[in-house]
């Protein structure tokens, strides 16, 4: 029986296959499916008592579907019967066609999908003899359950698209502190969705929508425009009493799409020449996840950020893989050291280890660390014998809307905690 790549050859987009080859083998990491344009395959599953022919299929149909339904390794073996002509679809081809359909058309695919996956499942279920009565019942409430969650991710997506529309969206601005002298340094812009009906909506309700229907895009570029509108004149506006010594800075929260994106740095470098705002107070937060998922592309995004001048943060830093070797790879100039880390201190010793590590690590590289979270005063006094530079939290405020931050920058009064409560050991 021949294996594909040996015998397999790809005309274009086609893929010829010859009469014995495997196409895929059950078990394999499936990533395509296939449209057989000429020829013929069977798909079977090798069991130890033989061989089970599952079905024939022929030109015009789909073998492998299950693998742009979901990410499942494949459920059974498809070998060519006589020489095939097949076109592949990823996942990914599946994805970018869908999003440039009719909104109407794409939510009928989504549930044509769900429905398919759902008689799959089923037909596999009682091929493999493997459903009992008690499993059919979760199995189906399970599958309702994905039925509507595919509903409600179409309605969301269709209502993150109006909200960018009708401006819906808001950025709100946290304070970060100079832990010694307890003066405004910089923000961090957070987003937040103003809904017609359900009021203020925090990020963690629509972002991953938002990211997976490829939306974050125009709603990345629409924040970096706003947090540096609201820097210049956040800064123009302070009273230099407020502020730390050296000009203040903005953050903005960058997601892996954005990432990925090959335009994003073509994008922010035309905002920020038309913002007015300097690309050098202009800070990218980036998580170490992101960082690790795809190092070399995320190497090369971020020397572009770098070449424009802006300056980049590893956000949450801690919580990923916390490898320290990274930081030479990519040019990263501040770590956030993740809130979990301030929030345990006094309770447990690997919190303040790791929070030392950091800040040590980060003073021998000259980088700023920024300790999020801090909401008591003792944390501030220990984050800032522990060598940390900043401290972001509710301790200093809340993230404000741009007026309430101007006003609060026109009142902020430095909180300086001198007195350390003892830590006490986990
Ligand atoms: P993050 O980047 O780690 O942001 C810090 C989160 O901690 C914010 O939550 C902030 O409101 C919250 N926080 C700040 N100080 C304190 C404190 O003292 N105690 C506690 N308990 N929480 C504190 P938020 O605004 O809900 O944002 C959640 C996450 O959503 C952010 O986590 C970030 O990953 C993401 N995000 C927010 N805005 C954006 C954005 O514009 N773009 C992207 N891509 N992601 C964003
Ligand atoms: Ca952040
Ligand atoms: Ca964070």
Not at 81 to 106: F, G, H, I, K, Y
Not at 264 to 276: K, M, Q
Not at 286 to 291: D, K, Q, V
Request: glycine share 8%.
């Amino acid at each position: 029986m021949n294996l594909i790549g040996t015998y397999g050859t790809a005309l274009a987009d086609h893929l010829v296959i010859d009469a014995g080859t495997v196409l895929f083998a059950e078990g394999d990491a499936g990533s395509c499916a296939y449209i057989i344009e000429e020829g013929s395959l069977e798909i079977a599953l090798d069991r130890p008592e033989g061989r089970l022919v599952l079905a024939r299929r022929g030109a015009g149909e789909v073998v492998g579907e299950m693998a742009i339904i979901d990410r499942r390794p494949r459920s059974a073996t498809a070998t060519a019967l006589e020489t095939c002509t097949l076109l592949p679809v990823t996942r990914e081809q599946l994805a970018s066609r869908l999003t440039q359909t009719d909104p109407v058309l794409r939510m009928c695919l989504a549930v044509v999908l769900e429905r398919l996956r759902s008689t799959l499942d089923q037909l596999r279920d009682a091929r493999l003899g493997a459903a009992s009565a008690v499993d059919e019942v979760t199995q189906d409430q399970a599958r309702r359950e994905r039925h509507d969650a595919a509903i409600g991710e179409m309605r969301l997506e269709q209502e993150l698209k109006t909200a960018l529309r009708y401006e819906e969206f808001e950025l709100h601005y946290q304070p970060i502190v100079q832990l010694e002298t307890g003066l405004v340094a910089g923000f961090e812009a957070l987003i937040r969705w103003r809904h017609p009906t359900r009021g203020l909506v925090p990020p963690g309700c629509f972002l991953p929508t938002a990211e997976a229907s490829g939306i974050i895009q125009a709603l990345g570029r629409w924040t970096f425009r706003e947090a540096c509108a609201a820097l210049v004149r956040l800064t123009e506006g302070a009273p230099p009493a407020a502020l730390a010594p050296g000009r203040p800075f903005m953050s903005v929260n960058v997601s892996a799409r954005d990432f990925s994106d090959p335009g994003f740095v073509a994008a922010i470098g035309g905002i920020l020449r038309e913002s007015g705002a300097r690309s050098g107070d202009m800070k990218l937060e980036i998580t170490e996840s992101l960082l690790m998922q795809e190092p070399d592309s995320a190497a090369a995004a971020l020397r572009a950020c770098r070449a424009l001048g802006l300056r980049i943060a590893v956000d949450d830093f801690g919580t990923g893989y916390s490898s320290l070797s990274y930081l030479h790879k990519f040019a990263i100039d501040t770590l956030k050291i993740d809130r979990s880390f301030v929030s345990t201190l006094g309770h447990s010793r690997t919190s303040q280890a790791v929070i030392e590590a950091v800040a040590g690590l980060a003073s021998q590289l000259d980088m700023p660390v920024v300790a999020e979270g801090v909401e008591e005063p003792f944390q501030a006094a220990a984050l800032r014998d522990f060598g940390c530079t900043y401290g972001q939290g509710y301790l200093y405020a809340r993230p404000l809307r741009e007026d309430e931050a101007a006003r609060a920058l026109q009142a902020w009064r430095p909180t300086i905690s001198r007195h350390r409560r003892e830590l006490e050991p986990a």
